[in-house]
Nanobody, 122 residues
């Protein structure tokens, strides 16, 4: 089993930046692909970004390309999401997830963190 704890959310003005972190338990962090999803009130949970377990290949939703960067530090069992040039439409609960490989649907991932709220004011 894998336990994920997300942090770093908060309130920020449009155009500002936030850095989300997700810390994983155990010594097998490098065995998992990692991803970020987000869910706004009344909306479905959508893919945001993902990173592979071994080649540092990254994947992004079209809506965040050029603004968000996902990275991982396997020695610290942590994955990050750097969020720049934030827009009000980025407002959502952001969830960290782990799985066998990067997939663009939420049903393709095995473990989930508790989520952290990101609110972008206009």
């Amino acid at each position: 089993q894998v336990q994920l704890v997300a942090s770093g959310g908060g309130l920020v003005q449009a155009g500002g930046s936030l850095r989300l972190s997700c810390a994983a338990s155990g010594r097998t962090f490098s065995s998992y692909a990692m991803g970020w999803f987000r869910q706004a009130p009344g909306k479905e949970r959508d893919f945001v970004a993902g990173i592979s377990r071994s080649r540092d290949s990254t994947y992004y939703a079209d809506s965040v390309k050029g603004r968000f960067t996902v990275s991982r530090d396997n020695a610290k069992n942590t994955v990050y999401l750097q969020m720049n040039s934030l827009k009000p439409e980025d407002t959502a609960v952001y969830y960290c997830t782990a799985g066998a490989g990067v997939l663009l649907v939420s049903t393709g991932w095995n473990y989930w963190g508790q989520g952290t709220q990101v609110t972008v004011s206009s």
